[in-house]
């Protein structure tokens, strides 16, 4: 089973910058493809960012385009979020997720397609 810790929340103007963090406790972490998603309240959990194990490919949902950087440092078993120009709409609690499966190349975009997830991350924008 793999343990996530999301960290780097907080409460920033609009405008502002955010860089979470996603740190794994499997040591293999690097084997997986990683997803962020965001869930802010009386909505569903929606897709944010994803990248591929070995960085092949990343996919950003079209609201944060442009704003938006998954990268990964593998060494570290960590997966980070750079989120830049942040919006109201922003707000959410912020998760990441892993699949069972290892060596994927593609990046899921629905929540059926991980298993494993942290604890999350409250991000709050202010107008």
């Known amino acids: 089973q793999v343990q996530l810790v999301e960290s780097g929340g907080g409460l920033v103007q609009a405008g502002g910058s955010l860089r979470l963090s996603c740190a794994a406790s499997?040591?293999?972490?690097?084997?997986?493809?990683v997803g962020w998603f965001r869930q802010a309240p009386g909505k569903e959990r929606e897709f944010v960012a994803g990248?591929?194990?070995?960085?092949?490919?990343?996919h950003y949902a079209d609201p944060v385009k442009g704003r938006a950087t998954i990268s990964r440092d593998d060494a570290k078993n960590t997966v980070y979020l750079q989120m830049n120009s942040l919006k109201p709409e922003d707000t959410a609690v912020y998760y990441c997720?892993?699949?069972?499966?290892?060596?994927?190349?593609?990046?899921?975009?629905?929540?059926?397609?991980?298993?494993?997830w942290g604890q999350g991350t409250q991000v709050t924008v202010s107008s």
């Open positions: 997720a892993a699949p069972e499966r290892k060596y994927r190349i593609m990046v899921m975009t629905t929540t059926s397609g991980y298993d494993y």
């Open positions: 499997e040591r293999t972490f690097s084997s997986y493809p």
């Open positions: 990248i591929s194990w070995r960085d092949v490919s990343r």
